[in-house]
């Protein structure tokens, strides 16, 4: 059987599988295939960039200064930076996002006098330091325009000058995209949500584009949990693309988490195509500031087959997904090469996870696409 090119429908992207013919694989009644996220990727020419998406500076509740925490992360060698304060601390100062770097002495002329009273104590001797400017174009770095909405659930809000505050999830996400932004709700372990709560949120949001699943030294491991539930209620339709970051807030959380962003210039544009698409993966060391041993170099899908190819030494790929009996994530095949036979027939979703010396990497979820024949 033959079909034409298939969308992951995130609605409003345009995040579409390669155009081609291909061959599917029947089942029984069904015809079952993968949906691969990496499909359209230049393995050939993709670059490898790392950031981190949630970072707190003296501007909330953060012990170091913007300039030291860019400069932390440009020695640690990532590339792309957000700087997140939450919105409840500073919005009475300056309702509006850290940004841009080029600009922070400035900044800290208007709010140092007023910002982080309540913090004091809490981190103990800051640098207190007049704020320094950064020109990331100069140090090969990306600053990605970002705040943490913190009335309720915690969102990070990206690519719009929006910092709240309102009071309430909803109305905070319907103004990122009212500014043309995007969002990811953050740190789902610490909140007792439900998991439809977050499956209906996804869905009423096509801008909420994915979930952070792991945070600092992984401070919520049941993040992964909520992450496969939501999988599986929402896809393949609906992708939800995890993310992975420090939440910066002392020395302690230096380093703990990258997204690896596949993509082929160092660019606004490129940086968020990447978040809409799912063209990206997580990297956790097993010891802090530590960099990636392996690389995926290729993901090749026929619509029954998926191949990774890695760069590096690794000591196996686990495949997971949700089984929706136990309501536990599991383990249902290893090895580079995943068969469609592999999947439970309950299965929606697929998602892979390398193990190294260094640590573990993630990708992003494939879809299962069931038709009747």
């Known amino acids: 059987m033959k079909y034409k090119c298939l969308l992951l ?40 960039y790392h950031g981190n998406l949630q970072a707190h500076t003296t501007f909330s ?20 930076l957000a700087l997140t304060d939450h919105d409840t601390d500073h919005h009475h ?22 910002i982080n009273p309540r913090y004091n104590e809490t981190f103990g001797e800051r640098a207190n330091e ?17 705040s943490e909405l913190s009335f309720g659930h915690h969102i990070g809000s990206y ?7 309102e009071i309430n999830e909803e109305l905070y996400v319907e103004e990122v995209g009212r500014r043309n932004g995007l969002a990811i709700i953050l740190h789902p372990g610490r909140y007792f949500r439900v ?16 979930l952070e699943v792991y945070n600092q030294a992984d401070r919520y491991p049941v993040d992964r949990a909520k992450w496969d539930f939501i999988l599986h209620e929402l896809m393949p ?21 990258r997204n690896v962003f596949l993509i082929p210039d160092l660019t606004h544009e490129n940086v968020r195509k990447a978040m809409e698409r799912g063209h990206l993966n997580l990297f956790i060391p097993i010891e802090a500031e530590g960099r990636p041993d392996i690389s995926i170099r290729n993901i090749k899908s ?33 090895g580079h090469l995943l068969s469609i036979k592999d999947i439970p027939a309950s299965a929606t979703f697929v998602r892979a996870v390398i193990l190294s010396d260094g640590g573990r990497t993630y990708t992003q979820p494939f879809g299962i696409m069931r038709e009747d024949n």
């Open 9 to 48: 429908s995130l609605i409003i992207f345009t995040a579409a599988t390669a155009c081609t013919d291909i061959d599917t694989y029947p089942t029984g009644e069904e015809t079952v295939y993968f949906l691969n996220p990496y499909e359209d990727i230049n393995w050939e020419t993709v670059k490898y």
């Open 61 to 80: 509740d953060g012990s170091n200064d913007p300039h030291q925490i860019i400069d932390k992360y440009h020695e640690m060698g990532y590339h792309i």
């Open 93 to 114: 100062v300056y309702p509006r996002p850290l940004y841009p770097w080029t600009e922070l002495n400035d900044i800290y002329v208007q709010v140092k006098d007023k």
């Open 130 to 146: 007049e704020w320094q400017n950064r020109n990331p174009a100069e140090l090969g770095m990306l600053a990605i325009q970002g």
């Open 159 to 165: 690519f719009s000058d929006y910092a709240g505050v």
């Open 195 to 210: 998991a439809s709560w977050y499956v209906d949120f996804f869905r009423k949001y096509p801008h909420v584009i994915g």
């Open 237 to 257: 339709d609906r992708p939800v693309w995890g993310f992975a970051n420090d939440d910066t807030h002392n020395a302690a959380h230096f380093g703990w988490n």
């Open 302 to 334: 026929d619509p029954g087959i998926l191949e990774l190819s890695i760069d590096g030494d690794y000591h196996t790929i686990e495949w997971i997904t949700h089984n929706p009996v136990t309501f536990k994530s599991e383990t249902v095949h290893t």
